[in-house]
């Protein structure tokens, strides 16, 4: 418990010193271009950036742009969205859960913050929504948002066109 509320400390006190950090100068992403078909499968355009594919999804009502990325276990974003969150006013002390320990690609294991996004959206309004979604926080400014399998597992499927540039998200 007390590592928990040192956490939060540790988060919300970051939150504050930073947020003073200079704004995005990207605009939000727009859900409502994703398409959703009469049998409810959600297809939504990816942009590519480098080699990764990045598709809008909102977390707690904010509008992110996320790595797809199947070889990501859950969720997991940097300091840098948390503190977008909660320059929003969409996450709160509440949302802190803790600390948890991840294994990264270069196989080293890994302290980081656990938060619990109340909503996630993918797709827009006719899209999947899913509530009470768990995410790690890597303890720094430049780590990049995954939307990794935690997430993608709540589709019946999961199809990926790099002709047409779009990502199928079929509803279960």
């Not at 040192?6 to 704004?23: A, E, H, R, Y």
């Not at 939504?44 to 594919?53: A, D, M, R, S």
């Not at 929003?88 to 196989?107: F, H, M, P, Q, W």
């Not at 509530?131 to 995954?146: F, H, R, T, Y």
């Amino acid at each position: 418990m007390k590592i928990s509320k040192t956490l939060s400390v540790v988060l919300f006190s970051t939150i504050v010193i930073f947020s003073t950090c200079t704004k995005d100068k990207k605009p939000p992403v727009d859900l409502s271009k994703a398409k959703v078909s009469m049998n409810k499968d959600v297809v939504l355009p990816y942009q590519e950036v480098g080699n990764l594919k990045t598709i809008p999804v909102r977390l707690n009502g904010v509008n992110l742009d996320m790595i797809f990325d199947t070889g990501c276990s859950g969720m997991s974003m940097s300091l840098n969205e948390l503190q977008t969150l909660a320059k929003n006013g969409k996450i709160t002390e509440s949302d802190v859960l803790g600390t948890t320990y991840s294994t990264i690609a270069d196989g080293s294991i890994v302290e980081q913050g656990l938060i619990n996004l109340r909503e996630v959206q993918i797709g827009g309004e006719d899209g999947i929504f899913l509530k009470n979604v768990e995410a790690s926080v890597v303890l720094n400014q430049q780590a990049p948002i995954l939307l990794g399998n935690g997430v993608l597992d709540e589709a019946a499927s999961v199809e990926v066109d790099n002709v047409k540039k779009t990502i199928t998200f079929r509803r279960r």
